[in-house]
């Protein structure tokens, strides 16, 4: 009953964002209110559709009903609830429905929250948003509908199609705390991009293309990098902790997928604080819009077409066609636009001099898109040069690396120096007075690293642009605090969170600098990883750096889900216990081929500023059955990885925040109703 | 204003310059040949100049353990290849009988394919679907 309702549901949604978007566009033709009141009303009326859809979905994964194909492949009756509940994103066509649900989602959010602010520009943008999600339920319905029905063709026994007794399990790698929350924040980013490009595209159409559809989009463009900054950092995480071969970020193509929007959008949410300043680069704003929306489209075809090989590349499927054909027609619609619209997108302004924050946002953006140019070319390569030369070439991790690693030095840098340059032109005398003492301090640093032993140029450099980047963003916050106690009598830690919270958007971005700079560090520590591996029998020990490791017990258990071989591992840190690590090596039961996977066991030094990971696996046992193979990691700073992503969202969400008390000043708009209370506080 | 524009032009182009020659390098050193196990054959004494990736099913039963290196065989008779694992992470959990196996290294001269890198792909976890969408089951029975 339920895959009932949810087909039906599906395909009442084609009908009604299909009319969404034919009343939209025609009512504005027609300037016929009502008819635009009707697109709007659809637009809503999809998203309960949608949502009556997943939640069908969700349902007939909860009672475990397999003769629905989907639910068959993706789940069994011994998978726990929370697991049966995410394997909704666990496959193709449940992740893709996902991905239109959070679609409408927003689109509903947009409608709701800008109908009136912006009433000559909302038609568009419902239209845009529609035109996507009419793609995508098209795709639901008619390429990867998650409810056919289950068919067995070779059921030799019996001509009439059965219902499997189980189902084939979700894969064990997705079994993982991480796994049912990564994939919705990586959407919710993916798809929140969606709504920047809807008003840009809007805003051209109308012609409106002063600062309000920027200003609208800047809190939707933040959040959506947001969520995928989490979604990406937990992709990292799980990689790390589950997959287990001790690292977080291997350059696989889906990794890539979700890293060239990051990058684009990046680069924008910087560029367009040029545009708000000093009316500048407004077609190359309009560029990075369209391609930050782009990519995130070419992520999730990347992802779900199985166009290059990936870890996680999931199927040799059908709905590539469909992707190619909606990017080649979005991308050219866009330009199209923005070439039409040329003489509008006039810069106001001109760069003046190479040490400027103009130029240093310019050069900020030039780097992030040659990185995501170099991200794409490398992932890309196999079916670029298959359609050259015939010949599948693939480029990995030195390639990226190569190209990446001094990229994002540079991009450190330029996080150190670009907040503190004056607009327009920076006096050789605030250079001084900005940035001398916190070169010396970070070349002083480096002096003493390398003495301790770092010499590998890249990690040195990475670690001293570091520091020097987080002693500068350490002054403004004490120089302004600093100010503000003389000025208010305030305590300096008081003055640093009014600061904070009065000027969010400055001082949000100096912590989201500074999360960066944090990762940054736990980054470079890669530089410096080491291993060992034994074959180990109760009793026998083995060392890595200054950590021993003692196997005190192994052993075998059984779950429902899944059958272990466990280890127990004593952990000494120069002589003394510090930790009982745990790692097991699981076969998991559902499908026809049992799946092993390995437990990693990590102990993360909390005490000590290095933060070095111990990370431990078990790897298999020996033939003879009677040792364990064990493969330890010594992985000094990751564990800031983690924290400097936790600090970046932190900065994120300050930043979203509306300022403390100030007055709201605000140019007047050429838009025709500017409500002077407009302070968008929800967005 | 023309001169300052262009030193913004020298400075990008360097820029550009410089991690195009990066790119460049890193590619020399990384390009793998992709091919399946037929192909490489067919590919005869070229085969040994270059790095190769490999793909093909682990047929049932030929993984190996000594020590640190796995070894098994992949393709499907009559045209097999030994691989050999040699690289320093760990082999892939998905590593099992009938994983589509992707190994990466070099040939070598005595028929084995010595591997540092492993990706492998678990046929019954994965969808292999058809054009059409219809999905062909691996599973044995």
Not at chain 1, 358 to 380: D, K, P, Q
Not at chain 2, 28 to 45: A, G, I, N
């Amino acid at each position: 009953m339920a895959a009932q309702i949810g087909q039906f549901a599906l395909a009442l949604a084609w009908v009604v964002t299909a009319y969404s978007v034919l009343a939209s566009i025609l009512g504005i033709r027609y300037k016929h209110d009502k008819l635009i009141a009707s697109g709007r009303n659809a637009a809503l009326g999809a998203t309960a559709c949608i949502t009556t859809a997943i939640v069908c979905l969700g349902y007939l994964f909860a009672v475990s009903d397999f003769s629905i194909k989907y639910i068959a492949a993706h789940s069994n009756r011994d998978l726990p609830i929370y697991f049966k509940i995410s394997s909704i994103w666990g496959g193709q066509e449940g992740s893709l429905l996902f991905w239109g649900w959070l679609l409408t989602i927003y689109t509903a959010l947009v409608v709701i929250q800008n109908w009136r602010k912006h009433s000559s520009m909302m038609p568009y943008v419902t239209a845009v948003l529609m035109t996507t999600s009419l793609f995508f339920t098209s795709m639901h319905l008619f390429a990867v509908n998650p409810f056919n029905q289950t068919v067995i063709l070779q059921s030799q026994i019996s001509p009439i199609p059965f219902v499997p007794r189980d189902g084939s399990g979700l894969n064990p790698l997705l079994q993982d705390a991480y796994m049912v929350i990564h994939p919705p924040m990586l959407y919710l980013g993916f798809v929140g991009f969606a709504v920047p490009f809807a008003f840009a595209m809007a805003a051209m159409i109308t012609r409106q293309l002063g600062d309000t559809w920027i200003r609208t989009t800047r809190r939707w463009t933040m959040v959506a990098w947001m969520f995928l900054s989490i979604g990406i950092l937990l992709g990292g995480k799980w990689a790390y902790h589950e997959l287990g071969w001790g690292g977080f970020w291997a350059w696989d193509p889906v990794e890539n997928a979700s890293l060239m929007p990051w990058l684009i959008g990046t680069a924008f949410l910087h560029s367009v604080m040029v545009q708000e300043k000093k009316g500048m680069l407004k077609i190359w704003n309009m560029v990075l819009v369209i391609m930050t929306y782009i990519m995130s489209i070419f992520g999730t075809f990347l992802t779900r077409s199985g166009v290059v090989n990936s870890v996680h590349a999931f199927a040799q499927s059908s709905i590539g066609g469909y992707f190619a054909a909606f990017l080649v027609v979005a991308l050219s619609g866009a330009l199209y636009l923005v070439f039409d619209r040329l003489p509008l997108l006039k810069s106001e302004n001109q760069m003046e001099s190479m040490v400027s924050r103009e130029s240093s946002f310019m050069f900020n953006n030039l780097i992030l898109l040659a990185a995501c140019f170099a991200v794409f070319w490398g992932t890309m390569f196999p079916v670029i040069s298959e359609a050259v030369t015939g010949r599948k070439i693939t480029v990995s991790a030195p390639f990226f690396n190569k190209v990446n690693v001094p990229i994002a030095i540079f991009l450190m840098f330029l996080t150190g120096v670009g907040p503190l340059l004056a607009w327009r032109k920076a006096s050789t005398d605030s250079l001084k007075r900005n940035f001398l003492t916190p070169a010396i301090a970070a070349l002083a640093a480096g002096a003493v690293l390398y003495i301790r032993g770092v010499h590998h140029l890249y990690a040195w450099m990475a670690l001293v642009m570091s520091i020097f980047v987080a002693i500068t963003i350490v002054r403004e916050f004490y120089k302004g605090a600093k100010a503000r106690t003389v000025g208010t009598g305030e305590r300096l830690i008081e003055a640093v969170v009014n600061l904070t919270f009065r000027n969010t958007r400055r001082y949000g971005g100096y912590i989201v600098h500074f999360g960066f700079v944090l990762l940054f560090i736990g980054w470079s520590g890669q530089a410096f990883t080491t291993d060992n591996q034994a074959d180990m029998g109760v009793g026998d020990t083995m060392n890595i750096r200054e950590y021993t490791l003692r196997m005190d017990k192994l052993s075998t258990g059984d779950d429902p889900n899944y059958s272990a071989e466990k280890a127990v591992i004593s952990l000494f840190e120069n002589g003394t216990k510090v930790a009982n690590l745990l790692p097991e090596r699981r076969v998991y039961k559902a499908g026809a081929e049992p799946q092993p996977m390995s437990v990693v066991a990590i102990y993360d030094t909390p005490h000590n500023f290095y933060r070095s990971d111990v990370y431990v696996v078990f790897a298999g046992a020996t033939p003879d059955g009677k040792k364990a193979i064990i493969q330890a990691f010594y992985n000094p700073l990751t564990a800031w990885v983690w924290i400097g992503g936790t600090v970046l969202v932190i900065g994120t969400l300050i930043a979203l925040l509306p300022n403390k008390r100030t007055v709201v000043r605000r140019r007047p708009e050429p838009e025709p109703k500017p409500k002077p209370a407009a302070v968008d506080t929800k967005a | 204003m023309k001169r300052k524009q262009l030193k913004f032009a020298i400075g990008s182009v360097l820029i550009v310059l410089t991690l195009s020659y990066l790119a460049y390098s890193g590619y020399q050193e990384s390009k793998t040949y992709y091919h399946t196990v037929p192909e490489l054959y067919s590919l005869k004494e070229k085969a040994y100049d270059l790095r190769l990736q490999v793909s093909g099913d682990v047929i049932p039963g030929s993984i190996q353990r000594d020590g640190k290196v796995v070894s098994f065989v992949i393709g499907a008779e009559p045209q097999t290849l030994r691989v050999k694992y040699v690289g320093k992470d760990p082999l892939p959990d998905t590593l099992i009988d009938r994983a589509t196996a992707m190994a990466t290294g070099k040939m070598g001269r005595d028929g084995v394919f010595v591997a540092d890198t492993m990706l492998a792909k678990c046929a019954s976890k994965y969808e292999k679907e058809t054009a059409a969408g219809v999905q062909i089951s691996k599973k044995s029975n």
